[in-house]
Every structure is written in structure tokens, then in C-alpha cells.
């Protein structure tokens, strides 16, 4: 039901419908996260599209602060992951699954050493590891959130 509204590549849904992910364009560039939090989240890695400017609606939404930086939104009434993003900041991936795009593919699989061993992809993807990540990441979370504070302490 949810998929038939959604009918073009970059309208997607939750299983029940009462959440819906518009994407600014048509993307196809799937990434996989393989890090502890995702794999509890999803039983399993999580495939996302990094898409900054998508509109996530619906009443259904819960957004849940999953870490100091990070938080997950889902679907409250049929609990479909819909996105994962920094509490500061543009960006945000929305499930890949959400979407019937018959082009995407596996772009790229972050936090490739926390991976476990019960699992493996044969896309030919570029791999990147927790450290990287963080050395990306953790310097440029940390300038937003002290942009914020102090911009709440004027
Ligand atoms: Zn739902
Ligand atoms: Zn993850």
C-alpha cells in the first residue's frame, strides 16, 4: 500500500505508510554501515542513501538520541527504521530500503572493521574504517556542538 503512493524513485515509506521519505533527487549510491549500533538496530548492517535536503513526514515519527552526536528516527506504529542523523548538523541517511530504485548498488561500507564475521558483500565498494571515520567525523561534530553552545550562552 505504502510503496503503490510512492510511485517514482524518490518517494519512499514506512510498511504501514504513516512515514514518508521525500529525496531532493534520485540518488543510488547505497553505503553500509557496519558498526555495533547499526547491527542492533537492524539485525544486521544498515544500507542508507546520504541525503541531505530529504523530507521526512508523518506523526508516526519517533526521533531517538542514539548517541552523543547521532540520533535514529523510526516509525512508531510499524517501527521501520527511516533515518539516521547528527543532532548537529545537514546531513542525514535515510534507509535505502524504503526505496524501489532498481539502481542502486553498494557505494561504499563505513565502519568495515567493526564488521563480524557471519556476513560479507561482494560489491566491489570502497571500505572505510572506524578510525577514519571518527578522524572525519568527531572533530567536525564537535565544532557544531560547541557553535551551538555558544550561541546559546549569547
Ligand atoms: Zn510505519
Ligand atoms: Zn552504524
Not at 512515514?19 to 547505497?30: E, K, T, Y
Not at 542525514?92 to 530500503?97: F, K, T, Y
Not at 572505510?128 to 550562552?153: N, Q, Y
Request: with cysteine; charged share 25%; net charge positive.
Amino acid at each position: 500500500m505504502a510503496r503503490a503512493m510512492g510511485t517514482d524513485e524518490r518517494s519512499g515509506a514506512c510498511l504501514c505508510g504513516a512515514v514518508s521519505v521525500r529525496l531532493p533527487r534520485a540518488m543510488c549510491d547505497v553505503g553500509v554501515c557496519h558498526c555495533a549500533s547499526c547491527l542492533r538496530w537492524n539485525s544486521g548492517p544498515w544500507m542508507s542513501l546520504q541525503a541531505p535536503g530529504a523530507t521526512v513526514s508523518g506523526d508516526a515519527l519517533v526521533v531517538y538520541r542514539s548517541s552523543a552526536f547521532a540520533e535514529r528516527g523510526f516509525c512508531g506504529r510499524c517501527g521501520t527504521h527511516i533515518f539516521h542523523r547528527p543532532q548537529d548538523g545537514p546531513e542525514i541517511a535515510v534507509s535505502a530500503g524504503l526505496f524501489q530504485h532498481v539502481e542502486l548498488h553498494i557505494a561504499r561500507e563505513i565502519f568495515f572493521d567493526a564488521k563480524p564475521p557471519f556476513y560479507r558483500f561482494v560489491a566491489d565498494s570502497e571500505k572505510r574504517s572506524s578510525a577514519s571515520m571518527a578522524r572525519e567525523w568527531l572533530p567536525r561534530l564537535l565544532i557544531r556542538r560547541m557553535r551551538r553552545w555558544l550561541r546559546r550562552l549569547r
